[in-house]
Structures are given as structure tokens and as C-alpha cells.
């Protein structure tokens, strides 16, 4: 098959100059690059004549044979010159790229300097609290088994007065190349873990990695306020660091177990209090629930059922510290059940000296809902 003229390979003009060319060459070969097509055989056969088109249109020599004689200027069954033949498609890329780190910048994989000192991970722990811990606030002590420092060793990795010399298998490099085909991948050295060093005698405690399984206790104070989804941070409590690295952090996330009485509903709480039909009807005052104890409330005569009233600052406190929420009341009118003779005939009576004025509510309701009787 013929190929491709070199210019419409990276559409570019004729005229093009030399930073129009590697522009072109960034776009396209980012575009076909044949880890972002993984098994994607077109995109590898473009991306080798990419490779090509711009090995040629970026240097001065070969450009100008081929203006004058195309690909046959390369071609020595032609007669040409060759020209000292194609690089490899890859180094053409790292190349123009930037050699190290273009595979984290470009496609969002790659990995940090192996030889460098690494933070820990972070570790997530969630912990179920009561109602009254949320609301006031407590401390709790955790175990945790993770990965912490050697004590033999102090995370170095190596018995105390061994010596660390560089690793022969990658040079000090912490990674090693393994070429595929047309594709070449970096791993971490196997011998050094990729440390980029080996040790005369690695510590024995920890196996040279620095770092050992080991149960941890930790204290955390719950401030007064949170809620489920909050979430604390007890700093450098997560995973050790590898080679002298600072820890990682522990993320508490907590989930509050549901009250038997209380709903909460931001810093405010909400509760349903019954009384009996003669307390809504005459009125009382009544004891209801806090978080504190118990409050007092007047109920006025002919209070009705699904009545609120607002108990100011008896709610949370504000997990930032801005006062406290309020406790609404919600009042439920019980209607009594079981009721003796006595009673039944006591309540008969009552009947029978209502005229209905006495029910303003139901009165207004049934005036409104004759015309539907009909």
C-alpha cells in the first residue's frame, strides 16, 4: 500500500514551520497513542505513521529530500538514500513530550518518583454513636490494626548499621523498562521494591519494607452537634509513610442511631406528645422530654390535635458552635379506649348537653359539605 503524504498525515500546509509541525504531531499522537486505545489496531498503525511523518518534516535534511523526491527518498529498493532510517515511534513521543512523567500528564496513570520519600494512605473508620453522644458530645477510644512504622528498623528498612548501596538490577532508578512490541511500560524494580537501593542486611522485623501490621488504640473526641455523615480527621492516625514519608490521616465517618422519641431535623428536634382529649379540652399544663430532662408546657383549653409549640434553645447545639437549635412539641389528642360503664355513660351524658357550637371545626366542615349529600 502507497503511503500517505506526510503533510496530510499531520494536517499541516506545505508551508508549515517547524513549531506548526510539532504542535500537530502533540494533538494527533496524544489522540492515537496506543495506550488510550488499548487493543485498538488502527489507532497503533496511526500512530506509527505519525511517527514517521514527523520524524521527516521535523528535521531540516530529511524534509528537504523529501519535498523533492517523496517516500522514495527513504527507499533504498528505489534507489534512495534512506537517510539513516525511522526512529522508533515511542521515543519520537517521549521525545517531544518530555521523556518522564507524560503518561501521568497526559493520560492520568503513571506513578511518583519510587525513590522518594511517600506519604501513607489515608484510612476511613465508621463508627455508630447514640443519639445523646451526637447531641453532647463525647470520647471514644478506637483499636485499629494498620500498617505503622518498625520499631526494629524506624522505617528504614534495614538492620540498625547496615549499609544501603545502589540496586544493581535497576541502577538507583526504582523502575525497570519491559518492551512489548512497539510499547515499552515501566514497573517498580523487583529487587528494591522501588527504593532504587538495596540494603547489605535488610531489617528482619518488617522484611525491608519499613513498615508492620500492628493494633493501634486512638482517642477521639466527638464534638456536641455532629450528625450522621459528619466526618472527623484524627491527623497522621492513617497508614505509616515508606522511606522516612509522614503518615497518612484517619477519617472518622459517623452514623447516629435513631431516638425513640426525638426526630432531629438540622440543629432542631422534633417530638409528638399525647394527652388525654379532657386536658386538650379544659387545658393543662404538662410535663414533655429534653435533652436535658424535661420542660413544662401550657397547653391552653381547646387545643387541637397536630398543635405546635416551640420550646426556644431546648434543640442541638450548633456543631459550630452557634447556639443551640429548638425543640418543637407536637401535640397528639389521645382518644381514651376501654372505657367502664360508669364512663361510657358519664360521656353519654356530656352528648346530650352539646348543641355542636362546642365543635366549631366540625361545624364549619359539614355546613361546606352539604351540597355534596344531595
Known sequence: MAKRDCYEVLSVERGAGPDDIKKAYRTLA????????????????????????YDILSDPQKRALYDQHGHAAFD????????GGFHDPLDIFREVFGGSGIFENLFGGGSSDATQPQRGNDLRYDMEITF???????EKEITLTKPDTCETCQGSGAEPGSRARTCPNCRGRGQVINSRGIFSIAQNCPNCQGAGQVFEKPCKSCRSEGRRERSSKIKLRIPAGVDTGSRLRSAGNGEAGFRGGPAGDLYVVLHVKAHSIFQRDGDDLLCEVPVSFIQAALGAEIE????????????????QPGTMFRLKGKGIMNVQGYGHGDLHVRINVEVPTHLSAAQKAKLQEFAELCSGKENPLSQGFFEKAKSLFH
Not at 533504498?76 to 537517510?83: K, W
Not at 445523646?132 to 463525647?138: N, P, R, S, Y
Not at 429534653?290 to 391552653?300: E, H, Q
Open 132 to 138: 445523646e453522644e451526637a447531641a453532647h458530645g463525647c
Open 76 to 83: 533504498r529498493r528505489a534507489g534512495g538514500s534512506g537517510a
Open 30 to 53: 496524544v489522540k492515537h497513542h496506543p495506550d488510550k486505545n488499548p487493543g485498538d489496531k488502527s489507532a497503533e498503525e496511526k500512530f506509527k505513521e505519525l511517527g514517521e511523518a
Open 288 to 303: 414533655v422530654p429534653a435533652l436535658d430532662g424535661k420542660a413544662a408546657i401550657r397547653v391552653p383549653p381547646g387545643t
